[in-house]
């Protein structure tokens, strides 16, 4: 199907530790993964994606990777700060250019 | 450029009232989507819109949910009769013409209650 599989629902680090969030789809069709992070009450924000011609991205403290055969891919966060406390949703998206989300994970950064 | 304009920001409404939400794209852009979060959810893809064209609502309840996205003005998500499950968080996005899926671009979003 299309949906997106997302683990896990609630994760808590200690500052200056690194968060990994990963999500499954199944949809052979997908070329396209996102990452955004939502704050309380505000919009979600794109803060980096990959394509399915490539297999890691990097951006700072953020870096995404992606196993198109195993159809799996991965938000890895390094060192981080309460700043970066919020939800984080992957998706998917395809040649309907719609993307599809996962459930979200739930990121507590302790100071 | 301005973002992506949703309005209302909230909106109550009784139940059996009608609500009417807002969204105009960024400049430049002629795809608007269209979800809704519930509380402590994800986001759930409604419908998917170009100008005057429904290209995908695979995701609208079949019954008292309408978009639209006509030539001139902002996309309209139109519910009808509301009952207090469509209390929700509904969110507007857009993106420009492109020949492959790309960032979508949100709005603040519309909170809906229902009372």
């Known amino acids: 199907g299309e949906n997106v599989e997302q683990h896990p629902s609630t994760l808590s680090v200690q500052e200056g530790d690194s968060a990994v969030i990963k999500c499954t789809y199944s949809?052979?069709?997908?070329?396209?993964f996102p990452w955004y992070k939502q704050e309380l009450g505000k919009r979600p924000q794109l803060i980096i994606d990959i394509r399915s011609n490539v297999g890691e991205k990097k951006d700072q403290r953020i870096a995404v990777t992606l196993n198109k055969t195993a159809k799996h891919f991965s938000l890895h966060i390094t060192e981080t700060q309460p700043e970066d406390s919020a939800v984080y949703f992957c998706?998917?998206?395809?040649?309907?250019?719609?993307?599809?989300f996962g459930s979200g994970t739930r990121l507590l950064v302790r100071p | 450029n301005a973002g992506v304009m949703q309005n209302p920001r909230h909106l109550v409404r009784r139940r059996g009232q009608e609500a009417r939400l807002r969204c105009s794209p960024m400049?430049?852009?002629?795809?608007v989507y269209w979800y809704r979060q519930l509380p402590e959810e994800g986001l759930k893809f409604m419908v998917y819109l170009q100008k005057e064209n429904i290209i995908d609502e695979s995701g609208m309840p079949k019954e008292r949910f309408s978009a639209e996205f006509p030539k001139e003005g902002p996309s309209i998500l139109r519910i009808q009769q509301v009952v207090r499950g469509d209390s929700a968080a509904y969110f507007c996005a857009s993106s420009p013409p492109s020949g492959a899926p790309g960032e979508l671009f949100f709005g603040e979003g519309s909170r809906l209650t229902v009372l």
């Open positions: 400049k430049g852009h002629s795809h």
């Open positions: 949809d052979s069709a997908s070329n396209y």
């Open positions: 998706a998917r998206g395809d040649s309907s250019y719609k993307l599809i």
